[in-house]
Nanobody
Framework: AQELVESGGGSVQAGGSLRLSCGVS????????MAWFRQVPGKQREEERE???????????TYAESVEGRFTISKDVANDMLYLEMNSLKPDDTATYYC???????????????????WGQGTQVTVSS
């Protein structure tokens, strides 16, 4: 499977903004659903990851309640990129953020992908108070 590569993580103060990027070359936006998950410190298992935002192959977006109104997921089809714009960041948003693609439906409530799903390597976001 083609590797997913995230970038854009870093350290920011509460109230600040970051934009995460993920190269999704090799994964057609008309076939693959795409999403961002995160894993907070102290939670090690993959199934403990939290779904943050989803954009399905039809372009419909869904957000976790904890980020609704602050985060925006989008994709640049021409450049094979997936983005997560994060505003009004809070210390609770501190986590490793993962880009995800899957040909089967992605459910933000379940951090389990189908055999066709791919996880990125993760990028760290740290929000200080």
């Amino acid at each position: 499977a083609q590797e997913l590569v995230e970038s854009g993580g870093g350290s920011v103060q509460a109230g600040g903004s970051l934009r995460l990027s993920c190269g999704v070359s090799g994964y057609s936006h008309t076939i693959y659903n795409m999403a961002w998950f995160r894993q907070v410190p102290g939670k090690q298992r993959e199934e403990e990851r939290e779904g943050v935002a989803l954009i399905d192959k039809d372009g419909t977006t869904t957000y976790a309640e904890s980020v609704e109104g602050r985060f925006t997921i989008s994709k640049d089809v021409a450049n094979d990129m997936l983005y997560l714009e994060m505003n009004s960041l809070k210390p609770d948003d501190t986590a490793t953020y993962y880009c995800v693609v899957d040909r089967r439906p992605i459910w933000l409530e379940i951090a389990t992908l189908s055999p066709f799903g791919v996880w990125g390597q993760g990028t760290q976001v740290t929000v200080s108070s």
